[in-house]
């Protein structure tokens, strides 16, 4: 019996990174976003190459379509999860930036591996044509849930708005010039950016509140002087007993700039959060 785990994270969190860490460990085989339209260990891939499913297109509709939720459709995503966990055909989760889309054979390692993971970004999970299939096999399964996050919301708000204005979302290469002095925040809406991030993760709490959790905080992975303590931690409530790796990650930090860097506009941002409940976020 394999032990599940899941990853429920906002994104910008450094999930990729840990995630790659974490598949990193022989006895770990750990998955990206299985929700994403175009990955080969994904759901949607699994779904559209099944011939048995296809005889069944009427219960499926493209991405944009409400997925039917019957005992038909249920039969399907469990067998999608079944497949994951134990089928040594099921493809293994890329780690490196040139394998991203690809399908990858499981080598032994990931074959024996007891502990199978994967990672869901909270926004998507939310709002899923799948949801109701994915809670369904999560009361089945029994997963573990990770719930990872950043302590400090502004540095999140920033790492998306770089992100997107950027098009660069993960490297293995450093950043020439590391984003100074690259960003203008709005004034007139930062608090209610940083309210709905907020309110993100307290709905990330409540929706897995029935399960076993571990908090992950990206501050403590990377940045802590415990952090050595802390990754061990997140290890053994995975179930990790193996202390070798292979291919470890050569994702690189995006930025080393700091907050007032990297905001053109800093005072003005200062000035309204230190009157707000976020004047922590500026320490």
Not at 52 to 81: A, C, E, M, Q
Not at 130 to 153: A, D, M, S, V
Request: net charge positive; charged share 25%; glycine share 4%.
């Amino acid at each position: 019996m394999k032990n599940l785990f899941i990853i429920i994270t906002s994104g910008r969190t450094g999930s990729t990174y840990i995630r790659l860490w974490l598949n990193s460990f022989l006895d770990i085989r750990c998955h990206g976003e299985i929700l994403r339209g175009n990955s080969k260990d994904g759901i949607r891939m699994f779904l559209n190459q099944n011939l048995t499913i296809k005889l069944f297109r009427r219960f499926f509709g493209d991405h944009k379509t409400t997925f039917k939720y019957n005992p038909v459709s249920k039969y399907f995503v469990k067998s999608y999860f079944n497949s994951l966990l134990n089928n040594p055909n099921h493809s293994a989760p890329w780690h490196t930036m040139e394998h991203w889309n690809d399908y990858l054979a499981q080598d032994s390692y990931d074959i024996g591996a007891n502990n199978v993971g994967f990672k869901i970004i909270f926004d998507s999970y939310q709002y899923y044509y799948y949801k109701k299939h994915l809670e369904f096999n999560f009361k089945y399964l029994n997963p573990k849930i990770i719930l990872l996050k950043r302590k400090n919301l502004l540095e999140l708000l920033i790492s998306f708005k770089l992100a997107n204005n950027s098009g660069i979302f993960h490297s293995e290469k450093d950043i020439n010039g590391g984003y100074a002095g690259a960003l203008y925040l709005p004034t007139e809406n930062i608090v209610n950016e940083l309210d709905h991030l907020e309110e993100l993760y307290v709905n990330m709490n409540s929706e897995f509140k029935e399960y076993q959790i571990f908090n992950l905080y990206y501050e403590d992975f990377f940045y802590s002087e415990n952090s050595i303590d802390y990754q061990n931690k997140l290890r053994e409530f995975i179930g990790s007993k193996s202390i070798k790796q292979k291919n470890p990650p050569k994702l690189k930090k995006l930025t080393k700039a700091s907050v007032e860097e990297i905001l053109i506009n800093y005072n003005d941002i200062e000035s309204i959060l230190k009157k707000s409940k976020y004047s922590y976020c500026l320490t």
